[in-house]
């Protein structure tokens, strides 16, 4: 990821997202990969990212109550999620390459 942000090839496509994304901000964890002639997209399955941390990650003027918040949701996700295999919470799809992908 960081490479691709570094070279100008990392795209954010806010209107990407689909059932099981959180929609309010729209898409926030779909992701997609493209290497040779393939595309990997993976989103992450409904549950593992708790609507609050959307939200509140989303919001603008927070108050320092609601940055104190959404600082210690972020440990808590981690928490959460790094113990699991990657299948448990990524439904990842790999494809031919979409002509359109940078």
């Known amino acids: ?7 100008g090839r990392l795209t954010v ?6 059932r ?4 309010a901000p729209r ?3 779909v992701f997609r990969f ?3 002639d393939r595309t990997a997209k993976a989103t992450i399955k409904p549950g593992h990212v708790r ?3 959307v939200m509140l990650g989303a919001k603008k003027d927070k108050s320092p109550g609601e940055v104190a918040r959404h600082e210690a949701l972020k440990p ?3 928490n959460r999620l790094l113990p699991l295999p ?3 919470i990524y439904d990842v799809r790999v494809q031919p390459k979409e002509l359109s992908f940078k």
């Open 51 to 53: 609507e609050e941390f």
């Open 76 to 78: 808590e996700m981690a």
């Open 1 to 7: 990821m960081t490479r691709a942000l570094t070279d």
């Open 34 to 36: 493209g290497y040779r």
């Open 13 to 18: 496509d806010r209107s990407t997202g689909g």
């Open 27 to 29: 898409g926030p964890y």
């Open 86 to 88: 990657a299948e448990e």
């Open 20 to 23: 099981g994304v959180i929609s």
